[in-house]
Structures are given as C-alpha cells and as structure tokens.
C-alpha cells in the first residue's frame, strides 16, 4: 500500500484546512484508515480513525474541530480541519492498518506538514 498526503500549509488560528490521502496498491483487507501526528518533541499521537463500516473516532482534543472521511470508490480518505489552534502545529500523517486473519500491517504516508500560526 502506498500513500500521499496532501493538503498541508499555514493557517493562521481559527481557520481551516483540508488533508486528503490518496492509497494505491493493494488495498484488500484494508480495516482502517486515519491520521495521526507528531509535533517536535512529542510522540506521534492519533487524531481521528474511520473503519470499514464508517465508525470514526476523534483525539479529545480535536473533536468537534476536525472531521474525518473517506471515499471507498477513490481510495481517499480526508481529514477536514477546522477552528485550528496553535497547538495543532504539527507534521500530520496517513495510516491505513489491514488485518489479514491475526496479522495487522500499518502503512504509512510520509507526512505533511501543518502550521498554525497565532
């Protein structure tokens, strides 16, 4: 599975951006798509998942804020931010996790970097 994130850039706060992901490969078996990220100094952290069947779940600290999707039929899955605050300066990435019987595999995007200025 591949993936390219797309979407980042600086906004200042209180406004908004759109990620998008784009995955290609072999894409069977995919259970979960999502975004997480990282901000210097920290662990990389989940912000929003959506499975299979379109459960989503949010980061404390972005719900209501962000709201995660995706399209089955063209293999993207988006992340639309919105009130965004300093704190959420970070270099943000696309997951996508396929569980092949007992086995889990994540995939990764190489990240994409949002800036929230004051």
């Known amino acids: 599975v591949q993936l390219q994130a797309s979407g980042g850039g600086l906004v200042q706060a209180g406004g908004s951006l759109r990620l998008s992901c784009a995955a290609s490969g072999n894409l069977f078996s995919i259970s979960a798509m999502g975004w997480y990220r990282q901000a210097p100094g920290k662990q990389r952290e989940l912000v929003a998942s959506?499975?299979?069947?379109?459960?989503?779940a949010y980061a404390d600290s972005v719900k209501d804020r962000f709201t995660i999707s995706r399209d089955n039929a063209k293999n993207m899955v988006y992340l639309q931010m919105s009130s965004l605050k300093p704190e959420d300066t970070a270099v943000y990435y696309c997951?996508?996790?396929?569980?092949?019987?007992?086995?889990?595999?994540?995939?990764w995007g190489q990240g994409t970097q949002v800036t929230v200025s004051s």
């Open positions: 997951n996508v996790v396929k569980r092949i019987y007992s086995t889990t595999l994540d995939f």
């Open positions: 959506i499975n299979s069947g379109g459960s989503t």
